[in-house]
C-alpha cells in the first residue's frame, strides 16, 4: 500500500503553518531585532537550547539577530562564591572593583560562551563580544537619583556612544552577534558595568532595529505588581512614561529601556516571558502577542 496520501495528509498542516507565517516573514525580511536573554530566563538547559533554536531560525527566515544577555542571577552566584555580597540600588548592581572582575568574568567568559556554543551548534553563526569590542560601547559613571540625591553605586556605567560598526560588520556577514552588556570608559583606563535591558535597548535603537525583545522570567509588565497578576499587553510611550515612577526592581531598567528605544525609533518593544519554551516564536507568530508591547505614541488608536 502506498504511504502517499498519508504523508500528503500529515505534511499539509505544517506547510498551512509556514504560509500563516508568510505576511510576517515578508514585513521583517532583513530587519534587524535586538533580543535581550535575561538572567532570569536562562533558568534551564532545554529553554536554552529552544531560545538559541528561535534564534537560528529567525536569522534563516531572513531577519538580523542580535543577541544582548543578561546574567544577573549567574553575577550573583560567582560574587557569593567570591564571599562578595549582592546589593542593588535603583534596580542596578553596586559594582566594586573586585566585583566588576566578577561581573566581567561571568558575563563575557560563562554566559556569552554558553551562547554562543548553543547557536553554533546550528553552523558558524554567532560571534561574541563584549561592549568593550571595537568601542561598541562607551560610558561614563552612573549615579542613579535616589530621592533627589545622586548616590554612588561604583562601577555602574551610563552609556554615552555607540559605534555599531562591529556589529553591522557581523550581520552583513551573516553572523549573529551575542553582546556582553560591559563598556569602555572614553579614556579606556576601566570598564563599566551595564545593566543588559540598558545596553539592549540603546544598541536596537542605534541600530535602527525594527524590534526590541526582553525574555524575561514574568510574562510581561503587570499592572498592579505583586498583588495581581494582571498583564498589560500594550501601551504607548507616553502611557509607559507616566508608569515608570511607580515600577520597581527589576523592571526599571527593563521599561526605561524600552521607552528609550521606541522614542529613538524602534517600532515595538515587547516584553515576553522567557520561562516559555519558544517564546520568541510565540510572540512573533501570534497576532497580539504573549507579553507586553510598547508602540510609539502615534500607533495607540490602532
Ligand atoms: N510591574 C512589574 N511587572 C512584572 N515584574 C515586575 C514588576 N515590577 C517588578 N518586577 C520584578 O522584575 C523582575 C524582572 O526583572 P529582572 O529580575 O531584572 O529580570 P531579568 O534577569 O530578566 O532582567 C520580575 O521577576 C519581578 O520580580
Ligand atoms: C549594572 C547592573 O545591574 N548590571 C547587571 C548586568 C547583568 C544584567 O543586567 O543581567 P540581567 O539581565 O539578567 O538582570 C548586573 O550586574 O547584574
Redesign the pocket.
Known sequence: MSSGPTRKHTALPKAQILIEALPWLTRHHGKTVVIKF????MIDEDLKAAFAQDVVFLRHAGLKPVVVH?G?PQISAALDRHGIVSEFKAGLRVTTEDAMDVVRMVLAGQVQRELVGLLNQHGPLAVGLTGEDAHTLTATKHQPEIDGEPVDIGRVGEITEIDTGAIEALLADGRIPVVSSIARSQDDHHVYNVN??TAAAALAAALGAETLMVL???EG??ED?PNSDEVISRLTASELEKLLPD?????VP?MEGCLHAVRGGVTTARVID?RVQHSILLEIFTDEGIGTMVVPDEQGES
Open positions: 535575561g538572567g532570569n530566563a543578561g544577573g543588559a535591558d524575561t522570567d514574568v509588565l503587570y505588581w515600577l520597581s526592581s527589576g523592571m527593563k522567557g
